[in-house]
């Protein structure tokens, strides 16, 4: 747990540092800050994305399957709606006077939270108690913080929650469950991952409306795709279509 709690107080210490300097921004210097951060949260994405599907073993359909069931139960849960709810009660409880808290909240925990380096990196730190990745991301995370709380405000700080429980549940999961874990999964899993994020930068430069949150549950099928028992049923599958052909 000790990156994760490295990583959630570099975001803390970084947005206290954003809003400090929020006041002293001009609205156009917030617009171009912004933008910038969009460019290159989808270049993240994208790269991050296709670096993993061009490599030799790739499952070249996985991530359909996954972004269609994910988003599928995302929109059936509704999580993007509930997360808003929660910024808005965040809003109502800590800071009434400010304005777009849900965004900020929102935004940045979504940012934090899907990346690659915070699903391989908690998984690191559950298996091998190394923190390497989850400290080089508490960096990453401390600089975007402040340049996210200087432009959306104090949901930021709170984003740091969502860092805290989401990266902790899956360290602690990934301890029991380590031999579960494949490198084929973990692949899969960033290649969705990427996706999730250049659509999470589509958002943030208003170039498509997409409920980024909806699609979380996308991550979690290539885990069950790679069951052993799926396993066998898609080779059954693949070898019945060889046959056919």
Not at 61 to 71: H, K, N
Not at 89 to 113: D, P, Y
Request: charge should be positive; hydrophobic fraction near 50%; proline fraction near 2%.
């Amino acid at each position: 747990m000790l990156g994760t709690i490295v990583n959630s107080i570099a975001i803390i210490l970084g947005s206290i540092i954003g809003l400090l300097i929020k006041g002293g921004l001009k609205k156009r210097y917030e617009e171009i800050v912004l933008n910038a951060v969009g460019l290159s949260v989808l270049f993240v994405g994208i790269s991050g994305a296709v670096s993993k599907l061009m490599l030799k073993d790739a499952n070249p359909i996985l991530f359909i399957v996954s972004l269609a069931i994910g988003g599928f139960i995302g929109e059936w849960i509704d999580i993007e709606k509930r997360l808003g709810k929660l910024g808005d009660m965040l809003q109502a409880r800590f800071a009434k006077n400010e304005s777009g808290i849900s965004h900020g909240f929102v935004t940045a925990s979504l940012l934090f939270c899907v990346g690659t380096m915070a699903i391989l990196g908690s998984i690191e730190s559950g298996v091998k108690g190394v923190h390497t990745t989850l400290f080089a991301k508490s960096i990453l995370d401390g600089i975007t913080s402040i340049i996210f709380s200087s432009t959306m405000g104090v949901g930021v700080v709170f984003s740091a929650v969502s860092v805290f429980v989401y990266q902790g549940t899956l360290t602690i999961l990934s301890s029991h469950v380590q031999n579960f874990l494949t490198a084929d999964m973990l692949r899969e899993i960033s290649i969705v991952g990427g996706i999730i994020i250049t659509a999470l930068g589509l958002n943030m430069l208003k170039i498509k409306a997409i409920k980024v949150g909806n699609l979380l549950p996308a991550i979690f099928i290539p885990v069950l795709f790679y069951l052993p028992v799926v396993q066998n049923i898609y080779s059954k599958i693949i070898e019945l279509f060889s046959k056919i052909n």
